[in-house]
Each structure stands twice: as C-alpha cells, then as structure tokens.
C-alpha cells in the first residue's frame, strides 16, 4: 500500500495540449449536448438538435483555424500516438467539412421520417468524433480506438429506419463486414505488436524499416491489416457489403458512408504505410496494386447495369476508391513517386467528398418529388427542375473527370503519380486507370442522358421544392467542385504535407 | 503592352461564359432578352476580336501576342500561358465570327424542344472552350479548354438533335473521350519526359517545342506522338477514327453541325500544328507516311462514302472527312507550305462547310426531311438559296477564285515535295491519289446539287408554299459568303498571317525549299 | 511453455472464427464466432506482451474487450431488430438486395 502511494505521488498525469485537443472536446460537449436535448425538448421543438449539432460542427473548426495560423511544429502527445500536424489539421477540417454537409442534408429528411432525431444526430457526432480522432491517429491502439469510435455509431445509422427491411439488412451487412474486417485487422496488429514491441507507428517503423525487416510475421502482420482496412474503403474483393449497404441505408447515412467513412479508411491507411511500413513496400506495394486494378474495374463494370441511381453511385464509389488506391500500389517505387502519392490520395479525396456529397444531395432532393430511386425516374428532369439537372451534371461529370468540374484535377494528380513511379508495372495500372475513366462514363452520361433527353415518366412536372439547408449543401459542394476545376491550386496545395512523407 | 492589351485575349476567352452565367439568372420567359443578351457577349467577344486583329502586330506573327502568363496550379507546375500568334489567329477569329452568326441564324428557329436558354447557354461554354483552345499556351490549359467543348456539344447533340440522337451523342461523347485520355497521358509523358536546358520539367508548349524533344529516346517518341495522333487524329476526325462524325453531324441540331463542322475539327487539326509536330518533330517525321496514307484514304473513302449517302446532311459529313483529309494530307508533308496550306484549309472548310450546314438546316426546316430521292427544284421553290447552295457546292469542290481552292490545291502541291527525309515516290502518289479525290468531290457535289437544286419539285411538295431566304438567313449568311469570295481572291490575307509561324513549327526539319506561300501570286509555283 | 503456442492456440481460434462467420447463418452464432476472432487476437496481445515484458500488450488487450463488448451489444441490437421484423435471425433470407 505504501509502496503504491509512493509511486502514486511521484506520478503526474500526462500533459495534454488543450489547444491541439479542441476540436475534439467541442465535438463531445456538442455530442452530450445533443443527446441532453434530445431528453429534454418536446417533439416539436427538436429541429433545434439538427441547428444544435451543425454548430457544433462549425464550432470545432474554430480550433483548427488557429492551430493551423499558429504554424506550430507538430504537437505530439501520448509519446508520439496522438499527433497534430499539418496532415491531421487539414483531414480533420475535411471530415468536419463533410459532417457539416452531411447535417445539412440530413436536416429535412430526418425531420420528415418516422424515427427518433436526437439519436440520429448523436450518432452522426460520434462517428464524426471517431474519424476527428482518426486524423491525428498514430499507434495502433488510438487506429483502432479511432476506428470503432467511428464504425459502431456507422452501423446503426445505416439502421436507422429500424422497421425497414432494407434498412436491417444494411446494417446487418455492414456490421458483419465490418466487425470481421476489424477482426482481421487486429489480429494483424498483435502480430505487428508481438514482432516490433510497440504500438507507436514512428517506433514500428524504424524496426520495420531496419533489421528485422524480412521476418515473415511481420509480412503477415501488414497483410491482414491491408486487408481489414481494404474491407473499410470497400475495395474489391472486399466489396460485397457496400452495394447493399449504400441501397438500404438512409440516403444522407449512404452519403456518410460513402464519403466520410472511407475518407476515414483511407487516412489511417495512410498513416500506416507512410509512417509504419513504408520500408516494406515488397508487401504492401503489389496488394494494393492488385486491390487498385481489381476495384476499379469491377466496380465500373458493375455500375454499367444498374438501374438504381443510389446503387449505381456505391460502385461509382467503390470504382473511384479504386483510383485513390492507385498511388498507395506506386508509392513504394521511388522518393518522387512516394511524395506525389502523398499528394495524389489527399487531394483525391478532398475532391471526391466534395463530388459525391454533391451527387447524393442531389439524390436526395430529386427524392422528396419522385419517391424512388430508379435511373428511370430521372427522365425529364431538365424540365421541371434545370438547376438541379445541371448540379447533378456537373458532379456526375467530375466524378467522370470531365473539365471543367474538380474531378479532372484528381485524375491527373494519381496519373502524376504513376508517371512519377515510372516502372512498367506502375505504366500498366494507369493505363487500366485511364481505360476505366472512360468506361465510368458511359454511366455517368447514362445518368446525364436519361435527365436531358428522356421524357417525364409520369408527365408530372411540377418542380422540385428544395429546402433551404439541400440547397446549402448544393451551393457549397458545387461551389468547391467548380472551383477546384477551373482553380485547382486553392486546394491542391492541401494535399502538399511533408510531414508524413520522409 | 497597355493594360487593354493584357486582358483583352483573356477577355475573348471569358467573356462567353460570363455572358453564359448571367443567362443563367435570367428568367426562362423571357426568350427575346435571353437571345439578346447571348447576342451582345457573342458581338462583344467579337469585337474583342475585332481589336485583337486591330492591333496584332503583323511583322511578327511568329510571336505570341497579347501573352499573358500567370501561375495557375503550382503543385504541377502548370501554368496560365495564353498568347495569340499568326497560327491562333485565324482560328480564333473563325470561332468567334462563327459563334456570332450561329446566334443570329437561330434568332427564331429554334430547334426542338426549343427552351432557347439552354441551348443559347451551351452556346456560350463553346464558344469558350473553343477560343481557349485557339490561345492556350501550356498543355494542362490546352487540356481543359479542349475537354470543356465536349459537354455542350454532347448535350446541344442529345437535347436537340435528330431522332437517333441519343446514340449519336454518346458515341461522340465516348470516342472523343478516349482520345483526350490518351492525349492527357501523353501531355504528362511530355513533362516526365522533356527536361529543359536548366533542368525543369515543363507544361508549357512554347518551351517544350523549343527543344524539340530533346533528350527522349525514339521509341518513346514515337509512343507519345502516337497517344497524341490518336487523341487528335479522333477530334479532326482521319480514317479509321471517323466513325462518330456522319452520326453526330447528322443528328446535330443545324448550329451544331455548324459549329462540328467549321471549329470543333479544327481542333484536332490545330493540336497537331500547335503541339504534335513541334513538339516532337523527330517521332512526327516517322509517323507522317502513316498519316499521309490515312488523310488519303479518308479523301477517297470520304468521296465514296459520299457517293453512297441518301441524306443531305450524312453526305456533307463525309465530304467533311474528305477535305480534312487534305488539311491533314497537307501537314504530313512537315513543310512550311504544307501546313500553310493546311491552315488555309481549315479556315476555308470552316466557312464552306458551315455554311453547307446552315443550307441543310434550312432545307430541313422547309421541307421537313433531308432525304436526296425527295428533294428537288430548289431553284424554283426557293431560288436564292438554291443559287446559294450552288455558289457553295462550286467553293466546296475547289474552283478557283473561291476560298476552297487555296486550301486544296496547294496540299496537292505541297505533296511533290515533302520535307526532307520522306519518302518522295510515297508522297508523290499521295499527290495523285489526292487528284483523283478532287475529281470525286466535283462528282459528288455536282451530285448532290443536281439532286436539290435542278430538276422539278417533287409531287408531295408541289403544292406546298416554301419560304426563300428570311431575315436571319440573309444576316447569318451574307458575310460568310462575302468571306469564301474574299478569300478566295485574296488568299495572303491568311498566308501572311500564318507563313512565319509555320516556319517557326517546321524549323526542326530542314526543309528543300524555303517558303514561297507569302502573297497570292507565289502559291501555286511549285 | 513456449510462445509459439500461444500463437499457435491463437491463429486455431481465429480460424474457427473465421470459419463460423463464413458458414454459419445463425446470427447469434455468427456474433460468437467474432467473439472467438477477437479473442484470438487478445491470446496474442497478452502473450506478446509478456514475452516482450511490458503492459503494451494488456493495455491494447483491454481495449479490444471493452470496444468488442460496444460491438457486440450493438450487433445484438441489430439481430433483435432483424428477429422482430422477421421472426427468424437466419442471415441467408436477409437478402432483399442483390445486383
């Protein structure tokens, strides 16, 4: 007892940087805030929680400002497993970014359902909190803190219509999958622990990149963990969940996953290879590169015959997750290469959440006329509805990578990349790149067509009602798209971090 | 350079799609101001023009004019660079004089489903991706201004095209797309590849074709022209890559078949002076047999592709393939006079061709069909243009002393003797194949006139009352037929304009003979 | 006894974990037979970390019970909902969506 007190008095509790740790705190104040009101308001004061939660949401940006104006060196806390750098700032921002969209699209919907509101937006918070975390990740028990945190609230907002079938079914899949990917990936971890004696990524990486190097358990280690996180960004073969998932959720939730979540995946990806594995790209560079071809290409050619624009845009994504994979499978190759991958993925995703989250407002307005999800149902609406007809034009067209509209811009960074690698395998994968862009099109212009020349479907031509906060969410992921089309330079420079690339 | 000067080429580029952007705000009922205003930017953009040739300075046309260069996105190093020379410049003024007149024709005939906002807005985002293609001076710029032109196409094709416009479009739509991504894999080929003197990599195509390829070894040379040639070669378009153009043209809306036919091929045409031969003018000697052969087959097989056509407008498309088949037969000679005359070429297919366009829409809109077994005694129903469509078939085929004839015959010339190191009994039989193609073009549009014009109506239009030229007609087409005469007469008005710019684009090769193509008395001696 | 057994104890469980996930459409069994993977992976952590000696490895143990007990709380939570709309917790008829 004496001798636990004695230890206890010469123990001081680990110094924590409040500034660097701000964002996150606003975010759980908001987040008991939202569950609090929730008791308390009355059934028809509760669209204060939507307002409640998106300024909470902006709140948190606040920190991030100043953090980034401050120009600190990194901030490391937790002996190198919490960071706040550059990287971390600028990803955090973007998740928020894609919360405060998400919230905004969510707002009417959620009102106009049956179901609980405060739940909705509490758990929307809490997986938000998980990626925030995500971003400033380094050790592979804050990863998979981070991840859960973000993954749990992920299955039951994909539940969230709780007496739809398809809603179950989404959410059962998505669990399923995502609790055996977390599986597999742990188990990954305590290899990669048991080998290295360490959890912190910086430590990891130098024995990694040192003398025990060749030890296959460590092979083994990165290997199940590429796999578990390939099953998060819903990477072929590691797809199945996600069609369904994306179809049966809630449309704003499909939005979030699609988006935030695998932006999330992708991050701690990221922080694995660039800090933890980098010197073993013999094991990672040719997964990723088979993931890479194969999701791309299965992808696209699935979405070739769908019929529901919520299920064609899933494997948009899963084939568009498949060109953010293209500069993990080069980054290995040589210093050029390893830099402009950095770049490429960042800047890939930024462009992305900004499209897509376009693409699905859109899905959701057109929703509230038709009720249905069908390609079908889009006939015609350049008659009823011209502005949205042309906001869902300029999003399928950047995702399709047409200029003017931002995607075009992501495209060249990952073929900069491949070029920047040089080596023939490197040449091969931008050339499936580049074939597949093309195959993309045809559905995205299937979708742009039926809008432009099919008739009503049902002669019903009364506009579209769009409601103030849709309408925000369209302003400002159109406004991004656009201008990261013609301006690249106003974002491209985010995804210019040093600070993870050595 | 004043303070005019240096906005004002940015100003010909954008004042479209701002003019586009205010269209968009206003009310849709309000038709007669929306095409009033569609009217003023393109009038204005015009005028900016208009100024641009005022003050081009024309001893220097080998020198980019009006440039401006501004970082634009650092993380590649691509910049703004956009600048006006005796190459851009003939084009340019074709885009905007064009885009004017296409307003003006459909001042009152719309095509369906009308909705004249729509349409006059994607006008406008043309005519901006066009004019910036003409002035871009770095790849990445060249790149977006090029893929800019393809939505509004695709949809002006889709919304108001013919009944198998859907198809049309989306094969436009596609086979253009593969072309720009091989050519964007090529134009980052270029910067991995090209180092200049101090060591940079480099978007820019005035320093990259300063070098002219220096340091890349042949075999990937000829790799990077050959994604160049395809991306380029699909846009002109050269046999075998012709496929989507008889469909597009013929289910175009008139003005778009218009705009296809007079500026959106030149594109690929221009790609290939401005960038391709240039740029790597090694690989462009090894590839120009291959592409003199293609621009031959396309001439005979357009020819005969045209002998072959029941509709009006199908036939003018494949005529079109025709004669970019000389402009292209022309640049494969890499000489000086070649691509003058391949210059001459474009601008001249430009005018004609637009206006054959203009004629089948107006045909179309009268009779209601565009089938040649139907039609018949135009003369007498509608005189004018029955003489209009006579005066442009005559300048279509070549006759002397209108613009056709300074695009064609001098390509033919340009073939006897082509730059150095190519194979001479190869071109020289490229020459007379080509003869043989002008021979065909005279039957073909003799043909075709002789179907429309001549003859007696046909019974089921006998009794029908069709209206000759009307107001906008006259207004759209008069200074087009004004400019197939003027030019026709007065070709160094062009070869002055693009003679030293050209030699500045073959200067890698050393040519047999210095240019003679200087003023009109010159051209024509070999 | 040796480390290797540990591991060797472990990577068996995994694989029946794996294993039931894969073939059994029971829900409830499927959810126990996460259960057996991420216990697998805790076998792993505690037998490294102590074959390295330090408190790592429970550290990161004890996380992955107290996040595998959110887990599966929430993943019973969903096999109810799925039983109260169906009457039946077999996964293979929860397949409304295919393409």
């Known amino acids: ?86 990287f971390s700032l600028v990803l955090k921002a973007l998740f928020l970014g894609i919360g405060y969209v998400v919230l905004l699209m969510s707002t009417n919907y959620v009102e106009e359902g049956d179901y609980y509101q405060g739940e909705y937006y509490f758990l929307l918070l809490a997986s938000l909190l998980g990626m925030v975390v995500m971003a400033s990740a380094r050790d592979l028990i804050t990863i998979f803190v981070a991840l859960e945190t973000l993954s749990i609230p992920a299955y039951m907002l994909a539940g969230w219509r709780k007496r739809d079938l398809k809603s179950n079914e989404a959410a059962i899949k998505y669990y399923l999958l995502g609790v055996l990917a977390s599986a597999v990936m742990l188990y990954g971890m305590s290899l990669v622990f048991g080998y290295t004696g360490s959890t912190v990524l910086t430590e990891i990486g130098k024995q990694v990149n040192g003398s025990i190097t060749h030890k296959p358990v460590i092979t083994l280690g990165i290997f199940f963990i590429v796999i578990g996180f390939a099953f998060k960004v819903s990477a072929v073969p590691f797809h199945f969940w996600a069609p369904d998932t994306y179809e049966g959720s809630p449309t704003p939730v499909t939005a979030f996953l699609s988006v935030a979540s695998k932006t999330a995946g992708f991050v701690a990806l990221l922080e694995l290879i660039y800090v933890g594995f980098l010197g073993r790209n013999d094991v990672w560079g040719p997964m990723f590169w088979v993931l890479a071809a194969l999701t791309m290409t299965v992808g696209n050619l699935i979405a070739l015959r769908q019929t529901n624009v919520v299920r064609l845009l899933a494997y948009s994504s899963i084939a568009q997750a498949g060109y953010v994979l293209v500069p993990f499978a080069v980054a290995g190759d040589n210093i050029a290469a390893r830099r402009s991958s950095f770049t490429a993925a960042v800047v890939y995703l930024m462009i992305y959440a900004a499209m897509n989250l376009g693409a699905f407002s859109v899905v959701i307005a057109v929703a509230r006329k038709t009720r249905s999800g069908d390609i079908s149902s889009y006939g015609g609406l350049f008659e009823y509805a011209p502005g949205l007809t042309v906001a869902m034009t300029v999003f399928l067209f950047a995702l399709a990578g047409i200029p003017p509209a931002g995607g075009w811009f992501a495209k060249l960074m990952v073929f900069r990349a491949v070029l920047d690698s040089g080596t023939t395998w490197a040449v091969v994968l931008g050339v499936i790149a580049g074939v597949n862009s093309v195959i993309a099109l045809y559905y995205y212009a299937a979708v742009a067509r039926e809008m432009w020349m099919s008739p009503v479907p049902d002669g019903d031509v009364t506009p579209v009602r769009v409601p103030a906060p849709l309408l925000a969410s369209l302003g400002l992921t159109g406004l991004v798209v656009m201008a990261i089309g013609v301006y690249p330079q106003l974002f491209a420079h985010f995804g210019d971090l040093g600070t993870l690339v050595r | 350079m004043n303070a005019f000067d240096h906005w004002a080429l940015s100003g010909a580029v954008f004042i479209p799609i701002l003019g586009a952007v205010l269209l968009a705000f206003v009310p849709k009922r309000l038709e007669v101001e929306i095409k009033a205003v569609a009217l003023l930017t393109t009038v204005v953009t015009a005028g900016v023009g208009v100024y641009l040739l005022a003050h081009f300075d024309y001893d220097k046309t080998h020198q980019l004019q009006y440039a401006v260069d501004r970082s634009w996105i650092d993380v590649i190093s691509s910049r703004y660079h956009i600048g006006l020379d005796g190459i851009s410049l003939p084009m340019l003024a074709l885009s905007m004089f064009i885009s004017v007149l296409c307003i003006v024709y459909s001042w009152d005939h719309f095509p369906e489903p009308h909705n004249p906002k729509a349409f006059l807005i994607l006008l406008l985002v043309l005519e901006t991706g066009m004019n910036g293609t003409f002035v871009a001076q770095d790849l990445i710029l060249f790149f977006v201004f090029f893929e800019l032109v393809l939505l509004p196409m695709y949809f002006m094709i889709g919304v108001w095209g013919g009944p198998n416009r859907q198809y049309a479009s989306i094969k436009f739509f596609l086979v253009t797309l593969f072309g720009s991504a091989l050519m964007i894999l090529s134009f980052l080929a270029l910067y991995f590849k090209v180092t200049l003197p101090d060591g940079s990599h480099t978007f820019d195509i005035v320093k990259l074709a300063s070098v002219h390829g220096a340091g890349i070894a042949h075999g990937a040379q000829l ?47 221009y790609g290939f002076i401005r960038i391709a031969i240039p740029i790597l003018p090694e690989a462009a000697k090894s590839w120009a047999p291959w592409i003199g052969v293609l621009a031959v087959i396309g001439i005979i097989y357009g020819a005969l592709g045209c002998l072959a056509q029941r509709d009006m407008k199908r036939l003018i498309a ?50 209601h069909t565009r089938e040649l077994d139907r039609l018949g005694g135009l003369l007498l129903q509608a005189p004018r243009m029955g003489w209009i469509l006579g005066f442009c078939a005559m300048a279509s085929l070549g006759l002397p002393g209108l613009a056709g004839f300074w695009g064609e015959f001098p390509a033919i010339l340009s073939t006897y003797s082509p730059a150095v190191g190519l194979n001479l009994a190869l071109f020289r039989t490229f020459m007379v194949i080509a003869s043989i193609g002008t021979v065909l073009a005279a039957g073909y549009l003799l043909w075709m006139l002789q179907r429309v014009a001549f003859g007696t109506v046909k019974a089921e239009f006998e009794h029908e009352h069709i209206h000759d030229m009307h107001g906008p007609e006259y207004l759209a087409w008069t200074p087009i037929l004004v400019l197939i005469v003027l030019l026709g007469v007065v070709p160094g008005i062009v070869f002055r304009v693009t003679d030293k710019p050209v030699q500045k684009v073959t200067v890698a090769h050393v040519e047999q003979r210095r240019s003679v193509v200087t003023g009109q008395t010159a051209v024509g001696q070999p | 006894m ?88 077999n996964l293979d008829e929860v397949d409304l969506m295919r393409g």
């Open chain 1, 1 to 86: 007892m004496h001798a636990l007190l004695a230890v206890a008095s010469s123990f001081t509790g680990p110094r924590l940087d409040y500034h660097a740790l701000a964002p996150e705190i606003i975010l759980t104040a908001t987040l008991v805030l939202v569950l609090l009101a929730d008791l308390v308001l009355e059934e028809r004061n509760q669209w204060l929680i939507s307002n409640l939660a998106g300024i909470g949401v902006l709140a948190s940006v606040i920190p991030i400002i100043t953090l980034a104006v401050q120009n600190h060196a990194a901030r490391s806390m937790a002996g190198g497993a919490y960071v706040v750098d550059d």
């Open chain 2, 223 to 269: 790799l990077i022209f050959g994604g160049l040639f395809i991306g380029f070669a699909i846009k002109v378009p050269m046999f075998p890559f012709h496929t989507w153009l008889p469909d597009a043209h013929t289910e175009a809306p008139t003005v778009g078949s218009v705009i296809l036919a007079a500026i959106l091929l030149k594109l690929g045409t």
């Open chain 2, 318 to 367: 494949f005529s079109s393939i025709a004669h970019m088949g000389f402009v292209m037969l022309g640049i494969s000679t890499l000489t000086t006079y070649g691509i003058n005359a391949a210059i001459f070429g474009m601008v001249a297919h430009g005018l004609i061709t637009g206006m054959l366009f203009f004629l089948a829409g107006s045909i179309q809109e009268r009779f």
């Open chain 3, 2 to 89: 040796y480390l290797v057994e540990y591991l060797l104890l472990a990577a068996a469980l995994f694989s029946i974990g794996v294993y039931g996930v894969l073939a059994r459409k029971n829900g409830v069994l499927v959810l126990m037979s996460i259960e057996l993977m991420l216990n697998a992976v805790n076998i792993n952590l505690i037998a490294f970390g102590a074959f390295r000696g330090n408190a790592i490895g429970q550290v990161f143990a004890l996380f992955v019970i107290a996040v595998a007990a959110a887990e599966v709380g929430v993943g019973m939570a969903i096999v109810l909902l799925i039983f109260r709309n169906r009457a039946s917790v």
